[in-house]
């Protein structure tokens, strides 16, 4: 299978791409929401920087809160699900309050 370069003879990784019109790397992914999302750098090594940063963020689950779309009860849900060991009663406080 051949492989992918772009003007200077670099190899470019699966989702990357060379602009020739204003010489910008670009970078396509699938958000978490299931929207397509591209991230822009000058430089291939700004490029996957922010690649690594941007799939760090998305194992942690931040691109809700990067976006902006994230609600109290989101993060409560969030918040509630990390409590494994209450006690029934404690659990239901959390819920009622």
């Avoid at 490029?47 to 993060?75: H, I, P, S």
């Amino acid at each position: 299978m051949a492989c992918r370069k772009d003007g200077k003879g670099r190899v470019l990784r699966k989702g990357e791409g060379y602009r020739k019109g204003d010489g910008r790397y670009s970078y396509v992914y699938i958000d978490p929401l299931g929207k397509k999302r591209t991230i822009y750098a000058k430089s291939l090594v700004k490029l996957r920087e922010r690649e690594e940063q941007l799939q760090k963020d998305q194992l942690d689950g931040l691109d809700v809160y990067v976006a902006g779309k994230a609600d109290v009860n989101f993060l409560f849900d969030r918040y509630i699900s990390t409590k494994t060991e209450l006690r029934s009663t404690t659990y239901s406080n959390y819920l009622y309050t």
